[in-house]
């Protein structure tokens, strides 16, 4: 299973928690694609001009955790999470 955060379904997000930091709003016509997996951790990051990318709110990745349970084990419900965001994930990313 994979997901794609769109640049609308940040916005949106971002609107809904009232999070509008300017590091999850569009400043550019930036269209990187890359696969972002748990085991990636993109040493380059940190050279990457913050201006010209969105990063995806770090809750909003996160909550791919519940569609994962709710489709493997229907009708479970887990009760902790534990999370260390290693490298961000940007706008149009595939997230595997």
């Keep these: 299973t994979y997901r794609k955060f769109t640049y609308e379904d940040v916005a949106i997000?971002?609107?809904?928690?009232?999070?509008?930091?300017?590091?999850?709003?569009?400043?550019?016509?930036w269209t990187k694609e890359k696969i972002v997996t748990a085991e990636t951790v993109d040493a380059n990051d940190e050279q990457k001009d913050p201006s010209s990318e969105v990063i995806v709110h770090g809750m909003l990745v996160s909550s791919?955790?519940?569609?994962?349970?709710?489709t493997l084990i229907p009708g479970s419900i887990y009760r902790t999470q534990h999370?260390?965001?290693?490298?961000?994930?940007?706008?149009?990313?595939?997230?595997?």
């Design 13 to 29: 997000y971002g609107k809904l928690i009232g999070d509008l930091n300017p590091i999850h709003q569009r400043s550019s016509s």
């Design 64 to 70: 791919l955790f519940s569609s994962i349970f709710g």
């Design 83 to 96: 999370l260390k965001f290693l490298s961000p994930v940007y706008a149009n990313d595939l997230v595997i």
